[in-house]
C-alpha cells in the first residue's frame, strides 16, 4: 500500500522567530510545489538543498515568505521524501501553511510520534533510538539528555545487537545437538555452553539494571518527606528549593496537603513531596492530609523520615510506615542538628534545615537507594534463574 503524505508542526505551537512545518511521504514535494513560489521548482531540486520562496493561497495571496529544505528518500528522518519549511514564529502563520497543505486530499495531519514510527518502519533507527528521541525531546535534565543522546548514537542498539548473536550462536550450537542426540556425537561442552549462557544471562541482568539506573535519570526520583508534626519537614523542603515555598511555622499541624515541587540536583530530577505531619488529630483537614501523606509514601522511590533532634524517636511511627513502603526505601534523618550536636541517635543523616548542614549527603544517599535496592533484586532474580537453569539440566530437561 502506497503511504499517504503527512505533515505537522515541528516546533511548539506558539510565538517565536520561526516555527518548522515538517511534511513526509510521496507527495511532499509535489504538495509543497502547489503553495510555493521560489526561483525552481521543489520537484526538481536536489536533496540537502534550502530554497527562499513566498507560500501564497489559492487567490495568489502572501501568506509569507519561508525557507524550504528538500531530502529526498532515503536521506531523510523517515526514510521518505520530506520537506520541511520555516515559517515566521507564528501560530496564524503555520495554521494558514497547514491549512493550505492540507486541502490537498493527498495529505493528512500526522499522529502523534508518526515520523518517528515512519524513520523506524522504513528501517532508519531502531526501536531503541525511536524510544531515544522521544526521551531527548522530554529529557529535562542534562544526565538524562546524556542518556538519551548515547541511546540515539546507538551504544543501547550496540549492545543488544551484540547479545542478540550471542544468543543465536548458542541456540544454534543447542539445535545441532538436539538434531544429533541419537547418533551420541558432542559437538560441544556442555559445560562450556552453559557458562557462555550463563554469561549472557549476566550481561542481560547488567542492561537491566542499568535500565533502572536510566530510568532514574530519566523520569527522577520520588522522595516523600514525611514524620511528626513540627520537625521540619517544610524548611527541609524550602531550603533545598531555596525559596519560602511552603508555610513553615512553630504550630504543629501547619502544613494540610501534599506539596509537590521539582528540583535537578546533580544533573537528577528529584520530585521532591513535602506531608502533613503524621500524628492522632480530630480534625477532619488534617485527616484527610495525613491519609494523603500515607499515599504519598506508598508511591515514593524513597521516603525522608525526618525526626526532630529534641524529641524522642517516633519508632512506632517508623513501623507504621513499613505498612506503606519497604524499610529499604526509608532514610532516616535527624533534623535541627544546630540546637543539639552531641545527642546520638540511630539515624542514616544528621541534617539542619536551618544552617543547611548534611543536606549534601541527603542527596547523595536518595539517588543510591532506590538503585541499590533494585539492583539487589535484580540480583536475587539472576541467581534464581541460574539454580532454575542448573535444576533443568540436573533432571536432564536441558543441556
Ligand atoms: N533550629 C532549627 N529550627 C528548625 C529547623 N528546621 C525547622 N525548624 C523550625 O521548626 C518549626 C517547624 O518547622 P516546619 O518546617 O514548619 O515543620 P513541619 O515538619 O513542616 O511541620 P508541619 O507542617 O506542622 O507538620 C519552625 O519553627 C522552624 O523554623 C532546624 O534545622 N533548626
Ligand atoms: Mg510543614
Not at 549462557?197 to 532514574?216: C, K, P, Q
Not at 533545598?240 to 502544613?255: H, M, N, Q
Not at 539487589?376 to 539472576?382: A, E, G, H, L, W
Request: proline share 2%; aromatic share 6%.
Amino acid at each position: 500500500m502506497k503511504e499517504d503524505t503527512i505533515v505537522a508542526l515541528a516546533t511548539p505551537a506558539g510565538v517565536g522567530a520561526i516555527s518548522v512545518i515538517r511534511v513526509s511521504g510521496p507527495q511532499s514535494f509535489s504538495a509543497v510545489d502547489n503553495i510555493f513560489c521560489g526561483k525552481s521548482k521543489i520537484e526538481n531540486a536536489v536533496t540537502h538543498t534550502l530554497h527562499y520562496g513566498d507560500i501564497k493561497n489559492q487567490d495568489d495571496e502572501h501568506i509569507d515568505d519561508v525557507l524550504v529544505s528538500v531530502f529526498r528518500a532515503p536521506n531523510s528522518y523517515t526514510g521518505e521524501d520530506s520537506i520541511e519549511i520555516s515559517t515566521h514564529g507564528n501560530p496564524l502563520v503555520t495554521q494558514k501553511v497547514i491549512e493550505l497543505l492540507t486541502a490537498n486530499s493527498d495529505i493528512r495531519l500526522a499522529e502523534p510520534g508518526e515520523f518517528t514510527k515512519r524513520a523506524f518502519l522504513n528501517n532508519r533507527i531502531d526501536l531503541a533510538k525511536a524510544e531515544a528521541v522521544a526521551d531527548i525531546i522530554n529529557s529535562r535534565t542534562e544526565a538524562s539528555f546524556r542518556g538519551a543522546r548515547n541511546q540515539l548514537d546507538g551504544l543501547l542498539s550496540k549492545k543488544v545487537n551484540e547479545l542478540r548473536s550471542q544468543l543465536l550462536n548458542s541456540s544454534s550450537f543447542v539445535e545441532l545437538e538436539l538434531d544429533f542426540i541419537e547418533e551420541d556425537i558432542q559437538f560441544v561442552n556442555q559445560d562450556e555452553l552453559l557458562k557462555r549462557i550463563d554469561s549472557i544471562i549476566i550481561e542481560i541482568d547488567t542492561l537491566l539494571e542499568s535500565y533502572e539506573f536510566g530510568r532514574v535519570i530519566r523520569d527522577g526520583v520520588n522522595v516523600a518527606i514525611v514524620g511528626r508534626p513540627n520537625v521540619g519537614k517544610s524548611s527541609l523542603l524550602n531550603y533545598i528549593l531555596k525559596e519560602s515555598r511552603a508555610i513553615v511555622s512553630e504550630i504543629p499541624g501547619t502544613t494540610r496537603d501534599v506539596i509537590r515541587e521539582e528540583v535537578s540536583i546533580g544533573g537528577i530530577l528529584f520530585r521532591l513531596f513535602d506531608t502533613a505531619g503524621i500524628r492522632v488529630s480530630d480534625d477532619s483537614i488534617e485527616k484527610e492530609g495525613i491519609i494523603r501523606s500515607q499515599g504519598t509514601v506508598r508511591a515514593a522511590d524513597v521516603v525522608i523520615f525526618l525526626e526532630d533532634v529534641q524529641q524522642a524517636e517516633s519508632n512506632d511511627l517508623f513501623i507504621d510506615l513499613l505498612n506503606f513502603t519497604s524499610s529499604d526505601k526509608i532514610i532516616k534523618v535527624v533534623n535541627k542538628i544546630d540546637l543539639n550536636k552531641n545527642l546520638v541517635k540511630d539515624v542514616d543523616v544528621k541534617i539542619s534545615a536551618k544552617t543547611g548542614e548534611g543536606i549534601d549527603l541527603l542527596f547523595s544517599c536518595s539517588k543510591k537507594k532506590p538503585l541499590e535496592t533494585k539492583a539487589t533484586q535484580k540480583k536475587r532474580r539472576s541467581l534464581q534463574t541460574l539454580d532454575t537453569i542448573t535444576a533443568l539440566r540436573n533432571q536432564g530437561k536441558i543441556l
